[in-house]
């Protein structure tokens, strides 16, 4: 079955950087686009960033461009977010979800997340 | 703020049916698919409609999708209070580069 198992969060203070995984198994890792969502504390959905199945394309919000990574390492079955320059309002549940490689972009199955708070 | 539109919140009694709409414009919605997502309290979400009106697998077909120029619809039939969660649409945008959620729609079964 497909799992998505995301690790790396903690309480970080501003400015710092923070590296979160998201371990997959149960499918072909290299053969799906993966995402990376964020949910604030009583907040809505965020999308945050992309990769396609092969990691030659990225795309990334706005809020995040140029201070976030998205990365993968198709060997290892993983997935990454480097995340630098930190701010509290990157405080959030992250999500990594697999996109199902459909006609649109659809997150068919996600991780549980893993919490960043950014706090002094 | 996001680029696309939804209702805060939609209410219905039990068995009756619920409409959610999704507006966006001619970058998003309009040339691109859409798909919608239930979370349920403490939960990840869950992928309910994908490509503008299919289902997944182990969906039930209480819940449909529609897509009509640059807005879309969720709807719910047979309300039940497991349904009650927050619904959102989703989409790419072409002027972003990037893809976006609606604000969400708490659905509320009375």
């Known amino acids: 079955q497909v799992q998505l198992v995301e690790s790396g969060g903690g309480v970080v203070q501003p400015g710092r950087s923070l590296r979160l995984s998201c371990a997959a198994s149960g499918f072909t890792f290299s053969s799906y686009g993966m995402h990376w969502v964020r949910q604030a504390p009583g907040r809505g959905l965020e999308w945050v960033a992309v990769?396609?199945?092969?990691?030659?394309?990225?795309y990334y919000a706005d809020a995040v461009k140029g201070r976030f990574t998205i990365s993968r390492d198709n060997s290892r079955n993983t997935l990454y977010l480097q995340m630098s320059s930190l701010r509290a309002e990157d405080t959030a549940l992250y999500y990594c979800a697999r996109d199902d490689a459909g006609l649109g972009n659809n997150f068919d199955y996600w991780g549980q997340g893993t919490l960043v708070t950014v706090s002094s | 703020q996001s680029v696309l539109t939804q209702p805060p919140s939609v209410s219905a009694a039990p068995g009756q049916r619920v409409t959610i709409s999704c507006s966006g414009s001619?970058?998003?919605?309009?040339?691109?698919?859409v798909s919608w997502y239930q979370q349920l309290p403490g939960t990840a979400p869950k992928l309910l409609i994908y490509?503008?009106?299919k289902r997944p697998s182990g969906i039930p077909d209480r819940f449909s999708g529609s897509k009509s120029g640059t807005s879309a619809t969720l709807g719910i039939t047979g309300l039940q209070t497991g349904d009650e969660a927050d619904y959102y649409c989703?989409?790419?945008?072409?002027?972003?580069?990037?893809?976006?959620f609606g604000p969400g729609t708490k659905v509320t079964v009375l």
């Open positions: 001619s970058s998003n919605i309009g040339n691109n698919y």
């Open positions: 990769i396609w199945d092969d990691g030659s394309h990225e």
């Open positions: 490509d503008n009106n």
């Open positions: 989703e989409t790419w945008d072409s002027s972003l580069s990037g893809c976006v």
